[in-house]
């Protein structure tokens, strides 16, 4: 079946630091793929987003390239802030409306 | 502006008693989406409505779930008899149309904590 597979966190960084957090899947047929942000106290957020191989989703500085050949859709941002400080989620779908996470990457960042 | 809103935030029930979770989608939203949130994990589908139709269930994990939306508006997920392992969070989300993709992204509530003791 369908699954998400990214890094296990936390992830802890200084500010400005460079961010990587991985993200592979395993799909039948071409799914979308997307990233989540869970922001303390808040609800789940789509961050961005890619529908087809080749495809950058980007937003708020972060970006992710939908790579077929490695099936992965890593997250990263060249100069993370501690307000970047939250959970990460990578999703799949490859129908209509249902999503297939991971299983989510905290993040913190120390000014 | 209004998002989703989920009522209570949190809900603590003894083993056995029923509860009854609320979802408040954004205003005309078509699509609306019950996931369940385990600790340290993402989150799992669990039903999916078009309006007030229920088009898949699948991922309800016993006959114990139940899930309504009677007028396509709001939607009530029931659990009777509550285990120990009903705990969780459950997530609802709604979006504009009946499309993941083309109409982009489902809009998610804070979601209600909900502890079986």
């Known amino acids: 079946g369908n699954s998400v597979t990214q890094m296990e966190g936390p992830v802890t960084l200084s500010e400005e630091a460079f961010l990587t957090i991985n993200c592979t899947y395993t799909a039948t047929g071409y799914p979308s793929l997307f990233w989540y942000v869970q922001y303390p106290g808040e609800g789940l957020q789509l961050l961005l987003k890619?529908?087809?191989a080749d495809d950058k989703g980007s937003n708020k500085g972060f970006e992710a390239t939908y790579r077929k050949e490695t099936t992965s859709f890593h997250l990263e941002k060249g100069s993370v802030q501690v307000s970047d400080s939250a959970v990460y989620f990578c999703a799949l779908s490859d129908s209509n409306y249902q999503l297939i996470w991971g299983a989510g990457t905290k993040l913190i960042i120390k000014p | 502006g209004a998002g989703v809103s989920q009522s209570p935030r949190y809900k603590v029930a003894k083993r056995g008693q029923d509860v009854a979770l609320r979802c408040d989608p954004i205003s005309g939203h078509v699509s609306l989406f019950w996931y369940q949130q385990a600790l340290g994990q993402g989150p799992e589908f669990l039903t999916y409505f078009q309006n007030e139709a229920q088009l898949d269930k699948s991922g309800l994990p016993s006959d114990r779930f139940f899930a309504e939306r009677p007028e396509g508006s709001v939607s009530t997920l029931k659990i009777q008899r509550t285990q120990q392992e009903d705990s969780a969070v459950y997530l609802c989300?709604?979006?504009?149309?009946?499309?993941?993709?083309?109409?982009?992204?489902?809009?998610f509530g804070p979601g209600t904590r909900l502890t079986v003791t």
């Open positions: 989300a709604s979006s504009l149309g009946g499309r993941l993709v083309k109409f982009g992204e489902q809009y």
């Open positions: 890619a529908t087809k």
